[in-house]
């Protein structure tokens, strides 16, 4: 069984701060995702990452895949009340078919 | 635009009973998933499609079993609930290697 662990699982921190989340696993993946997801919705995509050591920055997100395929980050940079939610990470394996492996999930709350 | 639409929302079981969580996707995608969500532990597969009148096993497929009759539609069925099947159910489709389009969820309680 493929793992994709996620850290921290929680995080409450203050409007403004910067913050990271990692997503490590000891398998290699075609590419790399990242969801959010709100109280009683389903995730919803933010980006994909393909290549190693990749770098893609969507406004005050900036996620990273590792040089190896099998680790990425996710660092909020001033972080806003709306940031809030549950953030997933999900390995993309190919091996005959496309099976998304999704990661233990953070959830953060930004306090305003 | 519909997307990937779950029914039902919620559902109450006892333990013994069965039921089928229905999917359908408005897309055209190929690929099909069924995940439960349970908290601390992410998202996990439990069966998938890749295309009409086919299926197969993800990582927690006991329990459950799986049919895709039409390619729009993908039924996930409980024959004899338990308790620790308690859960939320999403579906989710795709194209294959590009992003995941997923439901709103089913909740389901198993007394």
């Known amino acids: 069984t493929q793992l994709l662990e996620q850290s921290p699982q929680f995080l409450s921190i203050q409007e403004g701060e910067n913050l990271t989340v990692y997503c490590n696993s000891s398998?290699?993946?075609?590419?790399l995702q990242w969801y959010r997801q709100e109280p009683g919705e389903g995730p919803v995509l933010l980006v994909t990452?393909?290549?190693?050591?990749e770098v893609k920055k969507l406004k005050r997100l900036t996620f990273q895949f590792g040089d190896a395929r099998k680790d990425s980050s996710l660092h909020i940079t001033a972080a806003q009340p709306g940031d809030t939610g549950l953030y997933l990470c999900?390995?993309?394996?190919?091996?005959?078919?496309?099976?998304?492996?999704f990661g233990t999930g953070t959830r953060l709350k930004v306090l305003a | 635009n519909a997307g990937v639409t779950q029914t039902p929302k919620f559902r109450v079981l006892k333990t013994g009973q069965s039921m089928t969580l229905l999917c359908a996707q408005d897309m055209n995608h190929e690929y099909m998933y069924w995940y439960r969500q349970d908290p601390g532990m992410g998202l996990r597969l439990i069966h998938y499609s890749v295309g009409e009148g086919t299926t197969a096993k993800g990582e927690v497929p006991d329990g459950y079993n799986v049919s895709r009759l039409k390619k729009q539609n993908f039924l996930l069925g409980l024959e004899s609930a338990a308790p620790s099947q308690t859960s939320v159910y999403f579906c989710?489709?795709?194209?294959?290697?590009?992003?995941?389009?997923f439901g709103s969820g089913t909740q389901l309680s198993v007394l």
């Open positions: 398998s290699v993946f075609s590419s």
């Open positions: 990452v393909v290549t190693g050591g």
């Open positions: 989710a489709s795709s194209l294959g290697n590009e992003k995941l389009f």
């Open positions: 999900a390995g993309l394996t190919t091996s005959g078919t496309y099976k998304y492996i």
